[in-house]
Structures are given as C-alpha cells and as structure tokens.
C-alpha cells in the first residue's frame, strides 16, 4: 500500500470592507449627497486593462505590484474630498492622473499634493466646457471618475425651479454628458464611475430631488453600461463621508454627528474619503464589475433609523 499524505497551504483571508451612513432631518440631508460630490513601475509597454487581476512576486517576497501602472485616470470633482483622495491612491497605484475642479486655487494645491499629469480648471455643469475638455484629451484613457455635484433639496412644492433643475443636471445630466464625451476617449475594459448616496432611497418630504436622483442613477447606469460596452459603467452610493462638504452641511452639528456614527454604526467608526477611495480603485481594476451600484455606508442601513 502506498501511503499519500496531502499538505494544504494556508490561503490568508480576503478582508472586505464596505462604509458610509445618514439619520434625522438635517442629517439626512448631509447623508444623502456626501457622496454626491463630493489615489512606479516600468511604463512600457502599456498593459492591457482587461486580464489579470494577480500580482506579481518573487518567491519569499510579499511586496505587491501597483495594479494601474500605464494608465490614466481622470477625476471631474479631483480638487477636495473623495475626487482628490480617489486621485492620491490610483497615483499609488501607478496611475497618471488628470484633475478637473471649480476653484483654480484649490485645484492647483491638488494637483501638487497628488502629481498631476495635466489639470483644468471649469465647472462641469457648463456643457460647452466639459464637451472642450473631452475632446482636448489625449487618447485613450482609461478610467474617469465624477465626483462634482452638489446638494439641491427641499419639499418638491416649495423649492424653486432652477434649483430643481440644477438637481437634476449636476447628476444625472452631468452623466449622460460624461458618458457621451467619454464614449470616444476610453478604451475597452476601462470605467466610466459615478457618485450617488444611500439617504435618498427612504421617502421623505424634505429631501425631494435628491431623493429623485438617488432612485435615477443606478437606472441609468445600468443602462449606460450596455450602451457602452465593452467601457465599464458603475455607480458608488455612498452613505456619510467625512469630508469637507460633510462638515459644510452640518456646520456645529458635525462632532455630534461623528460621535452618534461610531456608537450606532456595526464598523464603530465614521467613512472617511479613502473607503470610497479605495473601493473607487477596486471598481478600476476589476474588468468583472459593470452596470452595478455599490453601497458604502458602514452598515448604516442596517441600523434602525
């Protein structure tokens, strides 16, 4: 009788993390859009971006290799928040980066902190000049991601028109605008990635457009994604962000709001821009992913309102 005797290597877990949150009246309101608007290696030849989702290492080394290098990515919304900290960590992973922003003075500090490859400074709500933007590309990129947009709410009977319509532009306009523009700059297997939020989903009379916004955009990516195949579409709902518009919204309230999350959320502790960062970048590099929503919100949805 031979005797077989079998070893099994011990595979080390995959951690994954998802975040963000919202609750109360004025909380929710800052819920629903934190995430509404709101980073080496031998260069040549560039890799394809469809393929292999493994990195590469020499026996007894555990050093990992940046999963962007030789690519591009721009960031419409790249001057602050999660745009900028998006930005920061696809720069970590080799990325060359292009920054779109408002402020040309923040901008600016943007693109030194992060070694931006090229910047412009517009509002992207401004169709003539994100169209100028486009077509000024170089070609092929790889990856865009929006992050701009700000919050427009309010009871439907009493909000004024133009902010109505503003609603609805600096969203879902805005994207179908990316994706024409995009369409004839990104390369097969490369992301088309939008911003939306989770507070929206629940009916409420004060939030209105956005919540018109949050139940559009997963739609119209989902569709966007067929039409543009195969260009990856895909959308991040995004609960409370710790970010500068977070802080905007809440004014006074914010350290009390911090505080309630790490109580009440299951991670015991407040998103902050690199979640969504680093999810942002996972979307980028996984060629498996289209036509999908995914949510970061810490759990907050599974706790009671």
């Given at each position: 009788m031979v005797a077989m005797r079998l070893s099994f290597a011990k595979i080390p877990p995959v951690l994954m993390r998802s975040q963000c949150n919202s609750v109360t009246l004025a909380q929710n309101l800052a819920d629903s859009f934190c995430g509404l608007r709101a980073q080496g290696g031998d260069r040549s030849p560039t890799p394809p971006i469809g393929g292999t989702m493994t990195t590469a290492s020499t026996p007894g080394s555990t050093r990992r290799e940046p999963e962007l290098v030789g690519q591009t990515v721009v960031v419409i919304g790249g001057s602050a928040g999660i745009g900028l900290e998006t930005a920061r960590r696809a720069r970590a992973e080799g990325a060359d980066v292009i920054l779109t922003g408002r402020n040309p003075q923040r901008l600016k500090q943007a693109v030194l902190e992060v070694g931006a490859q090229h910047s412009e400074a517009f509002d992207a709500?401004?169709?003539a000049?994100?169209?100028r933007f486009f077509r000024g590309l170089p070609t092929p990129i790889d990856h865009v991601m929006v992050t701009a947009g700000g919050p427009h709410y309010g009871p439907l009977l009493a909000i004024e028109l133009e902010d109505a319509r503003r609603g609805l532009t600096e969203h879902v306009l805005l994207a179908i605008q990316v994706a024409q523009g995009a369409s004839r700059k990104v390369r097969p297997g490369g992301t088309l990635l939008f911003m939306g939020g989770t507070g929206g989903r629940h009916p409420s009379a004060v939030l209105g457009i956005a919540s018109a916004v949050t139940v559009a955009m997963p739609a119209l990516v989902a569709n966007l994604a067929l039409e543009l195949a195969p260009?990856?579409?895909?959308l991040?709902?995004?609960?409370f962000v710790d970010t500068p518009l977070s802080a905007s919204l809440l004014g006074e309230d914010l350290d009390r709001r911090r505080d309630e999350l790490r109580a009440t959320l299951p991670i015991r502790r407040?998103?902050?821009?690199?979640d969504v960062a680093a999810l942002a970048v996972h979307i980028m590099t996984n060629t498996a992913l289209t036509g999908a929503t995914y949510d970061i919100d810490g759990g907050q949805q599974l706790v009671a309102r």
């Open positions: 709500n401004d169709a000049s994100l169209e260009v990856r579409v895909n991040i709902a995004a609960g407040v998103v902050g821009p690199a």
